[in-house]
C-alpha cells in the first residue's frame, strides 16, 4: 500500500510560525494532508466584534455569531493562507471544510449539560473522494468545519477530524497520523523534554497509566490514538511542529 | 460538445436572498459553476471592525487588513455557506478560491494613479482542472479570490473572474455565461422592466450605441459579453437572479 502522511497542526503554530512550518510540511515526501486549527485567531477576531468566547473542557461554546467566526477563520482566513503558501512552495494544495464534496458530515451534538451550539461530532468521512484526490496529486488542507447535511455549517475539533481522515484513507493508504505539538512527543518526564518515549503500544499504555507515568490530558490523547490504529491506521506520532519526526509513536 | 452553465451571481443576492437563490440555482439543469461576490458583507464587516472601505470606480481598495476582510467573507463565510446549502439540496458542491489548485492565478495590479492594493487581474486559469471536476459531477462554487503564486491571495473582480472561467471551460464545453442582476435583463428603456432587449449581436450592440438606446456602465458590461463570445463562449446571458433564464443573450 502506499503511504500517506495525515498531519495536524494547532492554531499556535499555524498562527506564529506559519511560514516556517508550511516550508516543514512542504518537505515531507509523499502524499500527504494538512488539518489545521485557528482557535486563537477565532477568540481574537470574536472579541474584536464583540463577542464573548465561551470555552467549556477546552470545547468552544459555539451560537450563531460564533460560527460565523470560525467560518470565517477556520473556512477563509486560516485555511486559505495556507493553500496560497503551499501552492507557493510547490504543492498542489486545495481547502476543504467537511461541506465541500461532502468529505466530512456530522451530526449536531445533542444539548446534554452543556449546549455547545452549532458543534459536530464526525459521522461519516467521504474517503473514497479524498483518496481520490490525493492520487491526483493534491494536497487536501482540511479546515475544523463540518456540515449536517441540512445546510448547516459545524463547527468540529481539529484533532477528531485528523483522526477520522486517517482512518477513512486507512483503507485505501498505509497511514501515518502525526499530531503537532509543542512538546517533542510524550515525555516520561515533564520536566525534561529529552525524556520522550519513543514508542506506546496498547499494553505498554496500560503500564504507562499503572505506574503514573502519563496521567491527565496526556491520557485521553494517548486513548485517541490507539483509537485510529485499532481503526487501521498504521501509526499516530505525537511530536513538536518544528520536528515534524521523532517524537512518540503510537502502535498497536 | 456537452453543455455547462457558468452563473455569476452578485453580494446583494447571495446575501438577501440565499435560500431562494440557491433553490433555482440547484433546479438549473445539467453541469454548472457558481460564481460569487459578496461585497456589501466584507464592507459590514470592515466596519464592524474599525477598517474603512474605500472604493475607486466601483473597485475595493484593498490594504493588508481588507485582504483578511474579503479572505475570510468571501473564501469563509460566503463560500461554504453557499457550499453547505447546495450540499443540502443535493449538489456534488466543492467552494474554491483561484489559489485552490492553482484554479486562477493572477498578477497584482501594477500602481497607476491608483494603488488598489492586494488587487489581482486574472492571468491564468486551470481550466483543464476545472473541467476534470465538473466532469466528475462537482459543482464548483467560486469565491471572487485569486493568488499570484507566490504565497499572496489577491482579491480580484468576481465578473472578470466568471468571465475568465467561462473562457477557460470554452475548451471543453458549450458554455453559457450567465450574469444575474437585479433588472431582467438590458433594456430598451431604462423605465420599462418589459423592455428588455432579447438579442445583441456584435453589429446590433455598435447600432445600439448609435441609437444610445444603451449607455453608460451598460457598455462596458455588453463589452465584457462579447469579449467572452469572441474567445470560445457561446452565449452572455444578462438576467434578473429571480428568472435565471430570459433576459438579455450576448451572442457573436
Given at each position: 500500500m502506499e503511504k500517506i502522511n495525515v498531519i495536524k497542526v494547532g492554531g499556535k503554530i499555524v498562527e506564529d510560525t506559519l511560514s516556517s512550518f508550511l516550508d516543514r510540511f512542504a518537505a515531507v515526501e509523499g502524499l500527504k494532508v494538512l488539518v489545521h486549527g485557528g482557535g486563537r485567531t477565532a477568540t481574537s477576531l470574536a472579541s474584536r466584534l464583540g463577542i464573548e468566547t465561551r470555552m467549556v473542557g477546552g470545547r468552544r461554546i459555539t451560537d450563531k455569531e460564533m460560527l460565523d467566526v470560525v467560518t470565517m477563520v477556520y473556512g477563509g482566513l486560516v485555511n486559505k493562507n495556507i493553500v496560497a503558501g503551499l501552492q507557493a512552495r510547490g504543492l498542489d494544495a486545495a481547502g476543504f471544510t467537511g461541506a465541500d464534496l461532502n468529505l466530512i458530515r456530522s451530526d449536531r451534538r445533542p444539548v446534554?449539560?452543556?449546549?455547545?451550539?452549532?458543534v459536530g461530532d464526525v459521522k461519516a468521512v467521504r474517503a473514497e473522494m479524498l483518496a481520490s484526490l490525493t492520487g491526483m496529486g493534491v494536497v487536501p488542507v482540511v479546515a475544523p468545519l463540518t456540515h449536517d447535511g441540512r445546510g448547516s455549517l459545524l463547527n468540529t475539533n481539529a484533532d477528531t477530524m485528523a483522526a477520522a481522515v486517517a482512518k477513512g484513507l486507512a483503507s485505501y493508504y498505509d497511514v501515518t497520523l502525526t499530531f503537532c505539538f509543542?512538546?517533542?512527543?510524550?515525555?516520561?518526564?515533564?520536566?525534561?523534554?529529552?525524556?520522550?518515549?519513543?514508542e506506546i503500544t496498547a499494553s505498554g499504555f496500560e503500564e504507562l497509566k499503572a505506574e503514573a507515568v502519563v496521567s491527565g490530558g496526556m491520557i485521553p490523547k494517548i486513548e485517541n490514538a490507539l483509537d485510529a490504529v485499532r481503526a487501521g491506521v498504521s501509526r499516530v506520532v505525537i511530536t513538536s511542529a518544528d520536528a515534524l519526526e521523532g517524537g512518540t509513536t503510537v502502535r498497536l
Open positions: 446534554g449539560e452543556v449546549d455547545y451550539g452549532y509543542e512538546m517533542p512527543g510524550v515525555l516520561r518526564d515533564p520536566e525534561d523534554p529529552s525524556s520522550v518515549i519513543p
